[in-house]
């Protein structure tokens, strides 16, 4: 499920040159989106975390208290390789590390998002200046051909009183 809206999200990077209004109307929302979703993100991240240091610390105690029972004698390094070993311990594991992926992967997103929003603001002022239009391009053309015109037209009426006179 969240990985449809990540790739929603990516797909919304995209910014259409002819649709700044609507890109810009949309980006505040989107951003706060992501942000809220990051939020989640790395709250979940930080309780997996927890929980995992917490069934370290059950598993520490059970594990040192099987071995009283059995007389076995542990040192503080198997103690710990059975722990990092310990079924329970890998599980927990694996989810802290997928929620520390889903909390880069959304923090990647909303880096991307605070991009766009500087390059809507870029694009933006390039459309204000006229970049995109072409009535400016060509009346910028225009006044160039009309400005060889009269250069030429300039040049011809000096050689001909040069010729009279």
């Known amino acids: 499920m969240a990985r449809d809206y990540q790739d929603e999200y990516q797909r919304a990077l995209k910014i259409d040159k002819d649709e700044l209004d609507r890109h810009l109307v949309e980006q505040p929302e989107i ?13 979940e991240r930080d309780a997996a975390k927890e929980n995992l240091a917490v069934i370290d610390a059950h598993l520490d105690v059970r594990l040192r208290r099987e071995a009283s029972e059995d007389g076995t004698k542990l040192t503080e ?79 011809i009426t000096r050689k001909r009183k040069a010729l009279k006179g």
Do not use: P
């Open 31 to 43: 951003f706060y989106r992501i942000s809220k979703k990051l939020a989640d993100c790395i709250s």
């Open 77 to 155: 390094n198997s103690l710990r390789a059975a722990i990092q070993t310990h079924k329970e311990h890998l599980d927990e594991h694996d989810n802290y590390l997928g929620s520390i992926q889903e909390a880069s992967e959304w923090a990647a997103l909303k880096d991307a998002f605070q991009q766009r929003a500087y390059m809507l603001r870029e694009l933006v002022a390039l459309y204000i200046a006229g970049y995109y239009s072409d009535v400016v391009v060509a009346s910028s053309v225009e006044a160039h051909k009309d400005i060889e015109y009269d250069k030429s037209k300039a040049a």
